[in-house]
């Protein structure tokens, strides 16, 4: 069974540039993730998706990052116009909804430096 | 609101000794309780989990937790340490009241050194 796949590994860029990162769940699972990790921090929770539907966003700067997740399949985070306090490990995961739905799979995330 | 702090940001233990990590939590309700251990530059894969009932959980690779309500702890620990242990261990509660998901709050993380 394949993992969480995420792309790019890592990105660099100048302040107000713009990125997108992508993210394909393991197969059959309807709940997907987003989690920003800073630098020898914890990971927290962006936002997340039961199929194709918005969960919970509240944690997500919504004047400069987005997220979609069209089809209930494949997500992208988008961060508009980059601040170096994004600087930080995006991981995405997933799980099943059911009786193991709080055990997440966590893909191994891309490396964001902005500078 | 909810919480999770893991006091000790780094353990430096020899091979074949004994670990513990330490883990408070701050949370209004029953608490779901986890570990979760990040290797390097890969993603974060889970140890064990703690759902009401026996106090001590098992996970895989010979770790154990042991959650205390009076304590307000869920510490993880382990009889005897493998080099292949280095990695990042992360405590976390799940969010959710209204039942599970995977909305958790995770702990700053302890890196756990392994020296011979």
């Known amino acids: 069974e394949a993992g969480v796949t995420q792309s790019p590994r890592y990105a660099v860029l100048q302040e107000g540039q713009a990125v997108s990162f992508w993210c394909d769940p393991i197969s059959g699972h309807d709940t997907l993730y987003w989690y920003q990790q800073p630098r020898d921090q914890g990971p927290q929770l962006l936002v997340y998706?039961?199929?194709?539907?918005?969960?919970?966003n509240s944690q997500l700067p919504s004047d400069r990052f987005s997220a979609v997740r069209p089809k209930g399949t494949n997500s992208t985070l988008k961060i508009q116009s980059a601040k170096q306090g994004d600087t930080a490990t995006y991981l995405c995961?997933?799980?099943?909804?059911?009786?193991?739905?709080?055990?997440?799979?966590f893909g191994s995330g891309t490396r964001l430096t902005v500078l | 609101a909810q919480s999770v702090t893991q006091p000790d940001a780094r353990v430096t233990v020899s091979e074949g000794a004994s670990l513990q990590l330490r883990c408070k939590y701050s949370y209004f309700g029953t608490p779901y309780l986890f570990w979760y251990v990040q290797y390097p530059r890969q993603g974060l894969q889970l140890l064990l989990k703690y759902y009401p009932g026996d106090p001590v959980v098992q996970g895989v690779n010979g770790f154990e937790a042991e959650f205390s309500k009076s304590n307000s702890s869920f510490h993880l620990r382990k009889a005897s340490v493998h080099w292949s242990d280095w990695a990042v261990y992360f405590c976390a509660v799940s969010m959710n009241t209204g039942g599970l998901s995977g909305k958790l709050t995770f702990g700053e993380g302890t890196q756990v050194t392994v020296i011979s």
């Open positions: 998706f039961r199929d194709e539907a918005v969960i919970d």
């Open positions: 995961a997933s799980s099943q909804t059911g009786a193991s739905a709080e055990t997440l799979y």
